[in-house]
């Protein structure tokens, strides 16, 4: 009886210490988790807050207006292109070239001093 209360005085202390432990290990991984998140979302932030800085300045607003309003600044000049089946229409057909077969070395050589 001397040595049982000891030992399980040990067990119960052993079995209390793996428990924290653990608990301190998820405790770990979670503020890690949560950290990595919160670093995700402050690259986040930081990225809209500069597009709300320039979707706020008056050259976005203006290119914006001038775009939708097809307006152009004084010496500019636009350019209107066809639509796509337009400009097919427009380019002439041309036969494809198949690739050309190569020769060997030892031909092009003889070629050469004929």
Same mark, same amino acid.
């Given at each position: ?5 000891p030992?399980?005085i ?25 950290? =990595? ?7 986040? =932030? ?58 060997? =070395? ?7 001093f004929?």
């Amino acid at each position: 009886m001397g040595l049982v209360a000891p030992i399980l005085i040990l067990v119960f202390l052993g079995s209390s210490f793996v428990k924290s432990y653990s608990r301190i290990r998820l405790g770990d991984d979670l503020i890690e988790k949560t950290s =990595n998140k919160l670093q995700k979302i402050e690259e986040e =932030n930081k990225k809209l807050s500069e597009q709300l800085e320039m979707v706020k300045s008056e050259e976005y607003r203006e290119k914006q207006f001038r775009d939708k309003m097809g307006l152009v600044k004084e010496g500019e000049i636009v350019v209107v292109l066809p639509e796509v089946e337009e400009l097919r229409k427009l380019v002439p057909d041309l036969p494809v070239e198949s690739e050309p077969k190569l020769k060997p =070395n030892w031909q092009k050589w003889l070629e050469l001093f004929k």
